[in-house]
């Protein structure tokens, strides 16, 4: 059966530039593949007409992202399972390239989808009246907070911590039922639950010192000042490598290091030795997975 991807990208958009698709090729024939497109076409309306904040954003502002539903269950009763991708970039200073905020997978994603039911969150009733119906936007709604949560925290010192307290509230409040993981700690290591508190506990302050390092005092620096941009990449780098050293397997490591192992190898390629092998010894052991891949491009 032919995968069903569908795009839509719509103006108007407030804070997000949103765009939106379902796959349901695994989900068999017995449900109606108009019930995705309808889907489709309701959340990305929701993500993008919706107002998260209470700043002012120009068309021009608004950030890019992509929300990817892989359904692989149809079960009784108009439930769904599957993964959420979600991906987010801002772009850096005088520049044409985009930098990576989260890119990351959400393997416990279920929900109840009635076609044309309305599709709405409210802060104050997250977990609504049926628990996998409001899942379905209570789980959009935390990564749009984490994705405002994030660009703040990269434009300003713990810019991100009222969206932050805000994917908090949804976490506390999340729906709760037997089909639903990923909101509670004993759900696993690395879940919603887990994300959040990384980003909102005081024990982790450097997440926000390295993000803000990273953006503003690295690669928004990189046209004018590239030798201490650098510098500030490297800073940052290290503040991750002490949170990981202090408290390790800490999510929120693994979670930053995803799909920017080329923009770092990147920036550290013209590196003076010294420099080039600091960065090295650093990413080898916080970016586990492509150790070998810094050694080959920063060798």
């Not at 005088?94 to 989808?113: C, K």
């Not at 899942?135 to 949560?149: H, P, Q, S």
């Amino acid at each position: 059966m032919a995968t069903l991807l569908l795009t839509f990208n719509k103006a108007g958009a407030q804070e997000l530039q949103a765009r939106v698709m379902v796959i349901a090729s695994q989900v068999g024939t017995k449900v109606d593949k108009k019930v995705f497109v309808s889907l489709q076409n309701a959340l990305t309306n929701f993500l993008n007409q919706r107002k998260w904040s209470k700043d002012i954003y120009q068309q021009n502002e608004k950030i890019n992202c992509s929300f990817v539903i892989n359904l692989t269950t149809a079960g009784d009763n108009n439930v769904y399972g599957g993964s959420l991708t979600v991906q987010a970039a801002r772009p850096v200073f005088n520049s044409n390239y985009q930098s990576p905020l989260i890119n990351y997978m959400d393997d416990d994603f279920a929900f109840r989808y009635v076609e044309f039911q309305t599709i709405d969150f409210n802060d104050n009733r997250v977990s609504g009246n049926d628990p996998l119906a409001s899942n379905l936007t209570a789980v959009l709604a935390y990564y749009v907070y984490m994705i405002l949560g994030l660009d703040g925290d990269s434009f300003a010192l713990k810019g991100g911590e009222p969206y932050f307290q805000k994917a908090q509230n949804i976490v506390t409040n999340a729906p709760d039922s037997r089909e639903l993981i990923g909101w509670k700690a004993f759900d696993g290591r690395r879940n919603r639950y887990w994300l959040m508190e990384n980003l909102t506990n005081t024990r982790y302050t450097l997440i926000h010192d390295a993000m803000y390092g990273y953006f503003r005092q690295g690669l928004d620096q990189f046209y004018e000042k590239e030798a201490s941009a650098r510098k500030g990449v490297l800073a940052a780098l290290q503040q991750l490598n002490t949170l990981n050293s202090d408290i390790p397997n800490t999510m929120f490591v693994n979670f930053f290091f995803q799909s920017r192992s080329q923009e770092l190898a990147r920036m550290f390629k013209k590196s003076p030795p010294e420099e080039k092998n600091q960065a090295l010894d650093i990413l080898s052991r916080l970016d586990i997975s492509n150790a070998n891949y810094y050694k080959q491009e920063l060798k």
